[in-house]
């Protein structure tokens, strides 16, 4: 998804894309800058702490962007629930007949209300579905991912399972641009956690879960600012 070859992409490009052309008096052409606030939407599957984490960074101003919609593939999630005591927009849609991605009736479903809301990021928080080619088209770029593991260190399912059992004496979160593959896109930030001799799966999980709600918000906020950009797989942040 990512044009590997060194091609920089500035996320501020965001902000151009609601550059307005408007016609003047003496009929030139002049960029008017549309100063409409940077729009998220957040897919989740689970309790929405993520999401709750990032609704209320923005409610503070700490986030300069705006919860535009929050869908769901699961009809009782939590995240939807605590999008609705936020009075924010919110919506189940049916994720279709695969377990683990969306079929391709959901998928445009999803990219539909998704360009309606305008949505200029896609935060996935808990998402459990693998999202393919039209969606990843649809947004490229512009998705991003927390994963409870120090990547590339434990892709996948109970990252923190998988870190316990290995042995590692350090793990943590990563938030990463999202691309074709799982959990492999470019990283854009990642917080440490060490792992204690007496951790239970259950203990570390609650202890990297801390670690997302700091982390998500402050890489977000960094992609609303448009202080980041591209350069192959490194991630640049602005000083
Ligand atoms: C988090 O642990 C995140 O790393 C993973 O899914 C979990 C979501 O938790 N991708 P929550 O729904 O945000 O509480």
Not at 25 to 46: E, P, Q, W, Y
Not at 59 to 85: F, N
Not at 152 to 161: D, Q, R, T, Y
Request: include cysteine.
């Amino acid at each position: 998804m990512f044009d590997v070859e060194c091609r920089m992409m500035d996320v501020s490009g965001l902000r151009q894309r609601r550059g307005l052309r408007l016609r003047g008096a003496s009929n030139k052409t002049k960029l008017v800058t549309d100063h409409r606030t940077f729009r998220i939407g957040v897919l989740g599957s689970g309790a929405g702490s993520n999401f709750a984490a990032i609704a209320d960074a923005c409610a503070a101003g700490t986030i300069p962007a705006q919860i535009a919609l929050v869908l769901s593939d699961v009809a009782e999630a939590g995240i939807l629930e605590k999008a609705r005591a936020r009075k924010l927009q919110a919506q189940f849609i049916a994720p279709g007949k695969f377990r683990t991605k969306l079929d391709e009736t959901a998928e445009a479903a999803f990219v539909q209300v998704l360009r309606e809301a305008k949505a200029d990021l896609i935060v996935l928080a808990g998402f459990m579905r693998v999202l393919k080619g039209e969606f990843l088209r649809a947004f490229e770029g512009r998705i991003v991912n927390i994963h409870p593991s120090l990547l590339p260190s434990f892709p996948g399912l109970e990252a923190w399972k998988q870190a316990l059992d290995h042995g590692v004496r350090v793990t943590g979160c990563t938030v990463h641009f999202v691309d074709a593959g799982v959990d492999s896109g470019p990283i854009i930030g990642q917080q440490t956690v060490p792992v204690l001799d007496d951790d239970m799966p259950e203990t570390l999980h609650q202890r990297i879960h801390k670690a997302e709600h700091e982390l998500y918000p402050s890489c977000v906020a960094a992609i609303a600012r448009g202080d980041i950009s591209i350069s192959g797989r490194r991630v640049i942040w602005k000083k």
